[in-house]
């Protein structure tokens, strides 16, 4: 009786939402096609309000963990992060748990509506989540070494931090590091090709999400490498932009 009552009600609504539709004419009275339903709109990207504060960087580094800020200190907005093809997305990193490690991670186990929309909108399929610390990360000393040698990737980079803190570093338009604090609840995107490093800051821990578009590939490229297909896609896509 329920079942029944409610796909009367559905046929019901249909019917009503047609005959609207068909009741939609032009000022000559000849039937127009139904307007298209527009698709809903995916997790929209943070407004600038709430984008990590971003600076220009000392040009000698002594310690990698430390703000390393230029006196006086020259922010760096939102919008020109943008202008280098970076994608923020502040989360909810409190009411939702991940484990410590897991190599790889079915991103479909996750409970976060913000961040299915994300994943579904741009194709993530896969997902793996690592704590950088020496009693979780097997290879630690090589590896954070290598995290922050100047590099590029040949595809997207999306790092989403679920817990402790650290710093993307990333070459602007003029080839002059920015430094971005990357902490709790950050999700952001960084595009293929762009010269960049990171580093664990004082805290000295970082609990990631690392996701990608089909199967993932971890390579990393030194600088320089201009020849390198995907760094000539980023200078034609981001630097040589009118």
């Not at 390393?68 to 923020?88: D, H, K, T, W």
């Not at 710093?167 to 080839?175: A, I, N, S, T």
């Not at 805290?203 to 995907?230: A, Q, V």
Request: hydrophobic fraction near 30%; glycine fraction near 4%.
């Amino acid at each position: 009786m329920f079942k029944s009552t409610i796909c009367r009600h559905t046929v019901t609504r249909h019917l009503k939402q047609y005959a609207v539709t068909n009741r939609i004419r032009t000022m000559s009275g000849v039937l127009t096609s139904p307007t298209a339903i527009k698709p809903k709109l995916g997790a929209k990207e943070s407004p600038d309000s709430e984008w990590p504060e971003a600076w220009l960087m000392t040009d000698i580094v002594e310690d990698k963990k430390a703000e390393n800020r230029m006196i006086p200190n020259v922010p760096v907005e939102a919008a020109e992060l943008r202008e280098l093809g970076l994608s923020y997305w502040k989360m909810d990193a409190e009411n939702y748990t991940y484990p410590i490690q897991s190599v790889p991670w079915n991103p479909n186990d996750s409970m976060d509506p913000k961040l299915i929309q994300i994943r579904n909108d741009r194709g993530y399929s896969y997902a793996d989540i690592i704590t950088i610390h020496p009693d979780h990360l097997p290879g630690y000393e090589e590896k954070t070494h290598a995290f922050f040698k100047e590099h590029i990737h040949d595809a997207e980079e999306i790092r989403y931090v679920v817990d402790g803190s650290g710093y993307f570093d990333v070459r602007d338009k003029e080839d002059r590091w920015v430094r971005i604090p990357f902490k709790k609840g950050d999700l952001m995107t960084l595009p293929e090709g762009i010269y960049h490093r990171f580093t664990k800051d004082s805290i000295d821990t970082i609990h990631l999400m690392r996701l990608f578009i089909g199967s993932p590939i971890w390579t990393s490229f030194n600088r320089p490498c201009e020849e390198h297909p995907s760094r000539k896609k980023y200078v034609e896509q981001y630097l040589n932009k009118e």
